[in-house]
């Protein structure tokens, strides 16, 4: 009789509970046009709090039903009496079987697909139930994106994300889709790609609900800041020994952005050239803060690309360091820069910071003030390191570096407990986005250090620093691992994520044997803000790198000469704005952009890179690949061997194949009769071995193909 009183009372209340709820959680709804509940509906949303449900039930219709855990449905009994529902136990395999009467008696359903709240932060498994009921009952599934309850006090993520009573939450409504049923394939295929269809589509819904059509990076991160908590240490400097929380960085950027703009006066664009320090941070924030866009310079690439690179983005100024040109060796490239550009060092912007400067600094942090959002002034230049005879400049909007982010957070769950190590340079756009951006503005802490070639000093600092998310190229994890003792990374690492050249087997292998982790290997460009495809803890295939990203499509062009697979084109929301050639300005980027790599993709998403697109020899008419060859070599090689594979003129079979390689003392025979035993055709066959002690490097850590190539056609011409 209590029970019922009580059950009475709450329903009376229950018309001002609602508003107090959405008001107290500032919900915003979005898409509920979209709703349509005249036809079979299943309703999927991720699960990220115990109140998702709370909140749902407040906005949606009376005649939808819920499905809830038993054990859920034991705690909140109480609560269940206000809406229709359906206890399962996931356990019993039956429970499916309700739910699709349920769907097919014309009953609308929210099912949470997950089956259980988030612990990570990211998406959880979706269970194989959801797509049997949507295939049996063919009904409309239709996504919905929560976001912001993942920071309630109801979520499981206590030490994980800075947690509130009464977060900011949005509930986007997404379209509608069927999963199609086929006859030709057996009932458990079937099953297990309609699964895949439904959480592809919720993380795209996902990735949608969270995109904004412009931003302010430096907006983004007055966000994360008030989300993450002001005094969280977001970032620090191993070489000033130095760290800053959102506070101090804000600060900082603030006071900064006062200086360099009454230095730069009304430019739209400023070089950058920096090695990966709390300075730079500050410095690109800054000019965020001014709507000015920076240019970063490689530093790695030498005097004359340098000085290329400037006038390609047109820059009249370049933001340096005394510090770092003298132990970088680069006073010869700032004096002749010096001659054409004006040159600003940092140290000479801290000296001339007055009390003024601080106070309009503090008085800007304390009211937020905002960066301008507009077109030309969100955007960032990176330079490519392509075969062209002048660098290319690659344009990519705030936009593009923040859709890859999200798109990695889409597929891989990153928390505020984790730490990032910043050892790619800046001036990569791997460096760039996962190194830095990606950490800052999702409340992790990033360590930086400006050198990734220190193979002794790397896997010290993820053993000191507790690293638990570490980037780097095939080339570096090769060199960490032979250097790292066995803790060093089994101790803290989580994820170990590989891009901008293929990893070997071997080192694959080799951290999997001697530390125990897998590493994620992934492929993307500079003009895709980087990454495209990503292996995940929850999808990864060995050989292969990775499934498209959410929010991107992609398309294969058929390559003459090559049977299996062909050029990789994509669009989507991290693709760049476009290039700025020498001479000739800016270029906008078409619909789709030509990834200039021939791959297979596999029927269940995977991507396999086969070779760049000029990464081929044509030998008496057949087609080879150079990446081929490259490993038809190492293959015969120790396991530290280095190979790189060019192409020069021949008179008679009209190209010929010479491998650059680092062990000393192999002869040409040698690995041609290994080859041969294996059974590989005489057209794969180098003609000509050259041993080089260290092979060129890029500042990104791979093999500098240009130089090699330049050199090859030298000696080619000599002869």
């Given at each position: 009789?209590?029970?019922?009183?009580?059950?009475?009372?709450?329903?009376?209340?229950?018309?001002?509970?609602?508003?107090?709820?959405?008001?107290?959680?500032?919900?915003?709804?979005?898409?509920?046009e979209?709703?349509?509940?005249?036809e079979?509906?299943?309703?999927?949303?991720?699960?990220?709090?115990?109140?998702?449900?709370?909140?749902?039930?407040?906005?949606?219709?009376?005649?939808?039903?819920?499905?809830?855990?038993?054990?859920?449905a034991?705690?909140?009994?109480?609560?269940?009496?206000?809406?229709?529902?359906?206890?399962?136990?996931?356990?019993?395999?039956?429970?499916?079987?309700?739910?699709?009467?349920?769907?097919?008696?014309?009953?609308?359903?929210?099912?949470?697909?997950?089956?259980?709240?988030?612990?990570?932060?990211?998406?959880?498994?979706?269970?194989?139930?959801?797509?049997?009921?949507?295939?049996?009952?063919?009904?409309r599934?239709?996504?919905?994106?929560?976001?912001?309850?993942?920071?309630?006090?109801?979520?499981?993520?206590?030490?994980?994300?800075?947690?509130?009573?009464?977060?900011?939450?949005?509930?986007?409504?997404?379209?509608?889709?069927?999963?199609?049923?086929?006859?030709?394939?057996?009932?458990?295929?079937?099953?297990?790609?309609?699964?895949?269809?439904?959480?592809?589509?919720?993380?795209?819904?996902?990735?949608?609900?969270?995109?904004?059509?412009?931003?302010?990076?430096?907006?983004?991160?007055?966000?994360?800041?008030?989300?993450?908590?002001?005094?969280?240490?977001?970032?620090?400097?191993?070489i000033?020994?130095?760290?800053?929380?959102?506070?101090?960085?804000?600060?900082?950027?603030?006071?900064?952005?006062?200086?360099?703009?009454?230095?730069?006066?009304?430019?739209?664009?400023?070089?950058?050239?920096?090695?990966?320090?709390?300075?730079?941070?500050?410095?690109?924030?800054?000019?965020?803060?001014?709507?000015?866009?920076?240019?970063?310079?490689?530093?790695?690439?030498?005097?004359?690309?340098?000085?290329?690179?400037?006038?390609?983005?047109?820059?009249?100024?370049?933001i340096?360091?005394?510090?770092?040109?003298?132990?970088?060796?680069?006073?010869?490239?700032?004096?002749?820069?010096?001659?054409?550009?004006?040159?600003?060092?940092?140290?000479?912007v801290?000296?001339?910071?007055?009390?003024?400067?601080?106070?309009?600094?503090?008085?800007?942090?304390?009211?937020?003030?905002?960066?301008?959002?507009?077109?030309?002034?969100?955007?960032?230049?990176?330079?490519?390191?392509?075969?062209?005879?002048?660098?290319?400049?690659?344009?990519?909007?705030?936009?593009?570096?923040?859709?890859?982010?999200?798109?990695?957070?889409a597929?891989i769950?990153?928390?505020?407990?984790?730490?990032?190590l910043?050892?790619?340079?800046?001036?990569?756009?791997?460096?760039?986005?996962?190194?830095?951006?990606?950490?800052?503005?999702?409340?992790?802490?990033?360590?930086?250090?400006?050198?990734?070639?220190?193979?002794?000093?790397?896997?010290?600092?993820?053993y000191?620093?507790?690293?638990?998310?570490?980037?780097?190229?095939?080339?570096?994890l090769?060199?960490?691992?032979?250097?790292?003792?066995?803790?060093?990374?089994?101790?803290?690492?989580?994820?170990?994520?590989?891009?901008?050249?293929?990893?070997?087997?071997?080192?694959?292998?080799?951290?999997?044997?001697?530390?125990?982790?897998?590493?994620?290997?992934?492929?993307?460009?500079?003009?895709t803000a980087?990454?495209?495809?990503?292996?995940?803890p929850?999808?990864?295939?060995?050989?292969?790198?990775?499934?498209?990203?959410?929010?991107?499509?992609?398309?294969?062009?058929?390559?003459?000469?090559?049977?299996?697979?062909?050029?990789?084109?994509?669009?989507?929301?991290?693709?760049?704005?476009?290039?700025?050639?020498?001479?000739?300005?800016?270029?906008?980027?078409?619909?789709?952009?030509?990834?200039?790599?021939?791959?297979?993709?596999?029927?269940?998403?995977?991507?396999?890179?086969?070779?760049?697109?000029?990464?081929?020899?044509?030998?008496?008419?057949?087609?080879?690949?150079?990446?081929?060859?490259?490993?038809?070599?190492?293959a015969?090689?120790?396991?530290?061997?280095?190979?790189?594979?060019?192409?020069?003129?021949?008179?008679?079979?009209?190209?010929r194949?010479?491998?650059?390689?680092?062990?000393?003392?192999?002869?040409?025979?040698?690995?041609?009769?290994?080859?041969?035993?294996?059974?590989?055709?005489?057209?794969?066959?180098p003609?000509?071995?050259?041993?080089?002690?260290?092979?060129?490097?890029l500042?990104?850590?791979?093999?500098?193909?240009?130089?090699?190539?330049?050199?090859?056609?030298?000696?080619?011409?000599?002869?």
């Amino acid at each position: 009789m209590i029970k019922w009183l009580f059950v009475a009372l709450l329903k009376l209340l229950l018309p001002l509970l609602r508003p107090v709820l959405m008001t107290s959680f500032k919900v915003k709804v979005r898409g509920m046009e979209r709703l349509d509940l005249t036809e079979k509906t299943v309703l999927i949303p991720n699960h990220v709090s115990l109140l998702d449900a709370v909140l749902l039930a407040l906005i949606l219709p009376k005649e939808v039903a819920f499905v809830v855990n038993t054990k859920i449905a034991k705690q909140f009994a109480w609560l269940l009496l206000f809406r229709t529902n359906i206890a399962v136990d996931p356990l019993n395999p039956y429970s499916v079987r309700t739910m699709l009467r349920t769907v097919q008696s014309g009953t609308p359903l929210v099912v949470f697909p997950e089956g259980r709240i988030t612990t990570t932060g990211g998406m959880m498994k979706v269970y194989g139930g959801i797509g049997y009921i949507a295939l049996r009952s063919q009904a409309r599934m239709q996504p919905i994106a929560i976001n912001g309850l993942e920071h309630s006090k109801l979520s499981y993520l206590r030490g994980k994300l800075k947690q509130f009573w009464f977060p900011a939450v949005s509930i986007t409504f997404g379209e509608a889709f069927q999963v199609p049923m086929s006859e030709h394939i057996s009932r458990r295929i079937q099953k297990e790609r309609a699964t895949d269809i439904i959480r592809s589509r919720m993380q795209n819904h996902l990735l949608d609900s969270r995109m904004k059509p412009e931003l302010n990076l430096f907006n983004e991160m007055l966000i994360a800041a008030k989300l993450h908590g002001i005094s969280t240490v977001i970032c620090e400097d191993i070489i000033s020994d130095s760290a800053l929380t959102y506070r101090k960085l804000l600060l900082t950027t603030y006071t900064m952005a006062g200086v360099l703009k009454q230095l730069l006066k009304e430019q739209n664009r400023a070089a950058v050239l920096l090695p990966n320090a709390a300075a730079h941070v500050v410095t690109l924030f800054s000019l965020f803060r001014l709507g000015v866009t920076p240019a970063v310079l490689n530093y790695s690439a030498g005097k004359q690309t340098m000085l290329d690179a400037c006038e390609t983005a047109a820059v009249k100024t370049i933001i340096t360091s005394k510090a770092f040109i003298d132990k970088a060796g680069l006073a010869d490239f700032i004096d002749t820069a010096s001659g054409a550009l004006k040159i600003v060092y940092l140290e000479d912007v801290k000296q001339s910071i007055t009390f003024k400067h601080k106070c309009v600094g503090i008085f800007h942090y304390l009211r937020k003030v905002q960066g301008p959002v507009g077109s030309g002034k969100n955007e960032v230049v990176l330079f490519t390191s392509g075969s062209e005879s002048k660098p290319k400049g690659v344009v990519l909007t705030h936009r593009n570096v923040f859709a890859n982010i999200q798109q990695a957070k889409a597929v891989i769950a990153f928390n505020g407990s984790d730490i990032v190590l910043g050892a790619m340079p800046m001036f990569h756009s791997f460096g760039l986005t996962a190194g830095t951006m990606l950490p800052i503005l999702s409340g992790m802490k990033v360590v930086l250090y400006p050198n990734p070639l220190h193979y002794k000093v790397i896997p010290e600092l993820v053993y000191d620093r507790n690293i638990t998310i570490l980037f780097g190229t095939s080339t570096f994890l090769s060199a960490y691992a032979r250097t790292a003792h066995p803790y060093d990374f089994a101790h803290s690492l989580k994820y170990v994520v590989a891009g901008a050249e293929k990893l070997k087997e071997e080192v694959r292998q080799t951290w999997s044997d001697k530390f125990g982790i897998r590493i994620l290997e992934g492929y993307g460009t500079t003009e895709t803000a980087p990454v495209i495809s990503l292996n995940t803890p929850m999808y990864a295939k060995k050989g292969t790198v990775g499934r498209i990203l959410p929010g991107m499509d992609y398309r294969l062009e058929k390559v003459e000469g090559i049977e299996l697979g062909g050029n990789l084109l994509v669009k989507g929301p991290n693709v760049m704005k476009g290039y700025l050639i020498h001479g000739q300005g800016f270029v906008p980027c078409p619909e789709w952009y030509s990834c200039g790599d021939v791959v297979q993709m596999d029927d269940q998403g995977y991507i396999s890179i086969q070779a760049r697109l000029q990464s081929f020899a044509k030998i008496g008419g057949e087609k080879v690949s150079l990446p081929m060859v490259e490993e038809l070599v190492t293959a015969s090689l120790p396991p530290e061997a280095i190979c790189a594979a060019v192409s020069v003129p021949d008179m008679r079979k009209g190209e010929r194949i010479v491998v650059y390689h680092n062990i000393p003392g192999v002869q040409l025979q040698q690995i041609r009769e290994s080859m041969k035993q294996q059974g590989h055709p005489s057209f794969y066959m180098p003609s000509e071995l050259r041993y080089a002690e260290k092979l060129p490097l890029l500042g990104s850590g791979k093999v500098d193909y240009v130089t090699i190539k330049r050199s090859a056609l030298k000696d080619h011409q000599e002869t």
